[in-house]
């Protein structure tokens, strides 16, 4: 049996029509940069987040990027942000001219260690970015305390989490600011780039606007400088017509995490731990392995026809990228010791418990 990481073609052939005649729309009104398509799914997504404002972007790096500007970032600032992530939560950091301050991670979780957070800060620390990730909310209720605590922004990357919900609020709604990413591969891809700024704060959101548009508001008036960093109409109604399908997607990726885990009960892989209170979107499913073992298991899994993942092999700290700041491995032991241990199995909302329990049978018999 074939089973790809990901499969955007079978999730395309069951909503074909519609989406078709949404890309045909556009065409045809030739509505391709702004106007009704882009109002209309920023505020559908800011409605689906539980938020009053949202600004589309060209990608989810911008929408760090922007956010982080839009708040006031830049040299002189640290913000502080999670080891385990992709490498644009830190790189948008950078890019405002502010400095990145990592964090080891909770080993349960792989998210931010809301324990460690404090020590990070100093007086020039400025924002916190908690990334949502793998679809698992952050330990929000504690970084807000935190941040409220010390006067620091909350960034929230959720860009793996569209739709998860944290005690009950959605993310996206929970920090100052929050910055999705719509990569094709996302829980809420677009078929390109596409991003979003979503938040609560009116005079932000106008900000981000501004920053995301040569920093003007009308064809001229040029305030500031901005960047061009936009949602094409193409993808706004792309994006509209996969909105409508986000929960029901966002349940199958759960349903499949939970057949996940009862199917893989008994083996000596641990298998994701939720927080309480959460609702997870399994961006990704991830599974730890003994370190030695992890790369005879993948190409056990591949001979076999799975397909696998590591997200991510290399802790952001300790990548090349950040060699200046001269962190050891040992600054971030958990997320260290994770990116060597960390197996990402194939995750969409399409997986069925046929492929699932042909998986954790394939596991099982490496493990013998
Ligand atoms: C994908 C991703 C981003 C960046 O989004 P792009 O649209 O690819 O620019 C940022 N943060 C995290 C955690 C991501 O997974």
Request: hydrophobic share 40%; charged share 20%.
């Amino acid at each position: 049996m074939n089973i790809p990481f990901v499969d955007l073609k079978i999730q395309y052939a069951g909503i074909k029509t519609e989406i078709d005649a949404a890309i045909a729309e556009v065409i045809s009104k030739t509505a391709f940069i702004g106007g009704a398509h882009l109002k209309s799914f920023e505020e559908a997504f800011a409605n689906f987040c539980g938020a009053k404002h949202c600004v589309g972007v060209g990608n989810g790096t911008d929408a760090l990027f922007i956010a982080l500007k839009a708040l006031g970032l830049g040299a002189g600032d640290e913000v502080i942000t999670a080891a385990n992530s992709f490498i644009a939560t830190s790189e948008a950091i950078t890019m405002t001219g502010a400095k990145p301050v990592f964090v080891d991670i909770n080993p349960a979780t792989y998210n931010i260690a809301v324990d460690k957070i404090e020590a990070a800060v100093t007086p020039n620390t400025k924002a916190i970015i908690p990334v949502h990730l793998y679809g698992q909310p952050a330990q929000m209720d504690e970084i807000l305390e935190l941040a409220k605590k010390h006067g620091l922004k909350v960034v929230e990357d959720a860009a793996q989490a569209h739709g998860a919900t944290y005690k009950g609020r959605t993310v996206g709604s929970i920090g100052d600011v929050a910055c999705f990413s719509f990569y094709p591969g996302k829980n809420l891809g677009a078929y390109g780039d596409g991003g979003a700024v979503v938040t609560n704060n009116k005079e932000l959101a106008v900000k981000v606007r501004m920053l995301a548009n040569h920093g003007r508001i009308d064809k001229y008036d040029h305030e500031i400088e901005g960047v061009n960093s936009r949602l094409d109409g193409l993808q706004c109604a792309i994006l509209s017509v996969k909105l409508k399908h986000l929960q029901k997607w966002s349940d199958q990726r759960r349903a499949n995490a939970y057949l996940y885990n009862k199917h893989l009960e008994g083996t000596d892989l641990v298998t994701p731990v939720e927080i309480e209170n959460v609702d997870a979107v399994y961006h990704l499913y991830i599974v730890r392995v003994k370190a030695q073992e992890r790369q005879k298991l993948q190409e056990h899994l591949k001979a076999n026809g799975i397909a696998s993942g590591i997200h991510y092999p290399i802790a952001l700290p300790n990548l090349k990228a950040y060699a200046y700041l001269n962190h050891s491995e040992n600054d971030f032991p958990e997320a260290t010791k994770a990116s060597h241990e960390i197996l990402s199995l194939p995750m969409f909302p399409e997986l069925t418990e046929e492929q699932i329990i042909y998986i954790a049978d394939k596991i099982k018999s490496f493990n013998k």
